[in-house]
């Protein structure tokens, strides 16, 4: 399978715990994105990355939030002291920007990790 | 205020017929998407315009970048395109992404 992968699918977690994902995106696909949906509600954009450099992050994305890509290649998203509004599902996406400056490319989608904070 | 919205939230359709998701913006974009997300989760990216129309099988998207309004039709609706429908922007600097809460259709047999 050469799509999109996260891992973990699903984690529970208590409040107070810290809390990693990992996404794989498609190989050789320079930006990776990071977006957040709770129930009943569209994604949120949370952050996206053009190789290794952070080229955005939303306001959404507080300080116990980070996210790296450190080779340019896959993307941790780590969540310090978890609370319960942090659960959700976690979405990663990847894509092809062919030029530097190109904003019109498909993104593909990781299967999520769910996360659930009790 | 969402920046994205989209009409109707829900839709129930008989197999067979012509559907049509309204999706309305507040902002300047480089892009829009359509996205399919299927019970369980997994988004499918349908379509992305900048401008004028794209047509992939029995799916049509729209948009008016004047009017700030885009379009999804689907011809002879069946009940496999049940799932929500997600229009997405991307703004036209590139650095944010705002979505609408989706358009969950029902198609019945």
């Known amino acids: 399978d050469t799509g999109v992968s996260q891992d973990p699918r699903h984690k529970i977690t208590k409040r107070g715990q810290n809390v990693t994902f990992r996404c794989d995106p498609i190989?050789?696909?320079?930006?990776l994105y990071w977006y957040r949906q709770t129930l009943g509600q569209g994604p949120e954009f949370l952050t996206y990355f053009q190789n290794e450099a952070q080229l955005e992050k939303s306001r959404l994305l507080s300080d116990r939030f980070s996210a790296e890509r450190p080779k340019g290649s896959f993307s941790t998203l780590e969540i310090q002291r978890t609370e319960q509004g942090d659960s959700a599902m976690y979405l990663c996406a990847s894509s092809l920007a062919k030029l530097q400056g190109m904003l019109q490319e498909t993104q593909y989608f990781g299967p999520g990790t769910r996360l659930l904070v009790l | 205020k969402n920046e994205v919205e989209q009409s109707p939230q829900n839709l129930t359709a008989q197999e067979g017929e012509f559907i049509t998701i309204n999706c309305s913006y507040s902002v300047g974009i480089s892009a829009l998407h359509w996205l399919q997300q299927h019970p369980g989760g997994g988004i499918v990216s349908l379509f992305m315009?900048?401008?004028g129309k794209k047509k992939h099988g029995r799916l049509i998207a729209t948009i008016n970048i004047q009017e700030k309004h885009s379009s999804l039709h689907i011809t002879a609706s069946h009940p496999r395109d049940s799932a929500v429908y997600i229009c997405?922007?991307?703004?036209?600097?590139?650095?944010?992404?705002?979505f609408g809460t989706g358009t969950s259709l029902t198609v019945i047999p």
């Open positions: 190989s050789e696909h320079n930006r």
């Open positions: 997405a922007v991307r703004s036209e600097t590139g650095n944010q992404f705002y």
């Open positions: 315009l900048s401008s």
